[in-house]
């Protein structure tokens, strides 16, 4: 059974930092394009990065650039996202995925609609930013 599982969510100040881990299990995800979305309460789920299976493209939503790093270890099968200098716009529950098809940069641009329809998706963890 393939699944994505996040971690790493919590409740911290403004300016803190947090990373988050994405474990995937069920099969090897190293062709795969992987990405964070959020989604906060009462809002759409948007896209905040992306990464190639390679690790060697990277693509981040222009509200996280600079502040957010998103990377990942094969070996490991997981993904992370370092989060810094943390804003309390950035509360919201994090959501991984995973697509064999689409790049980093098409992964960014997917409608509302469309992200749904990626090949696998995270239950979620939740970041709780306090001013």
């Known amino acids: 059974q393939v699944q994505l599982v996040e971690s790493g969510g919590g409740l911290v100040q403004a300016g803190d930092s947090l990373r988050l881990s994405c474990a995937a299990s069920g099969r090897t995800f190293s062709s795969d394009t992987m990405g964070w979305f959020r989604q906060a309460p009462g809002k759409e789920r948007e896209f905040v990065a992306a990464?190639?299976?390679?690790?060697?493209?990277?693509e981040y939503a222009d509200s996280v650039k600079g502040r957010f790093t998103i990377s990942r270890d094969n070996a490991k099968n997981t993904m992370y996202l370092q989060m810094n200098t943390l804003k309390p716009e950035d509360t919201a529950a994090y959501y991984c995925?995973?697509?064999?098809?689409?790049?980093?940069?098409?992964?960014?641009?997917?409608?509302?609609?469309?992200?749904?329809?990626?090949?696998?998706w995270g239950k979620g963890t939740l970041v709780t930013v306090s001013s």
């Open positions: 995925a995973a697509d064999l098809i689409l790049s980093p940069r098409a992964m960014g641009l997917q409608t509302k609609s469309e992200i749904y329809g990626m090949d696998y």
């Open positions: 990464i190639s299976g390679s690790g060697g493209s990277t």
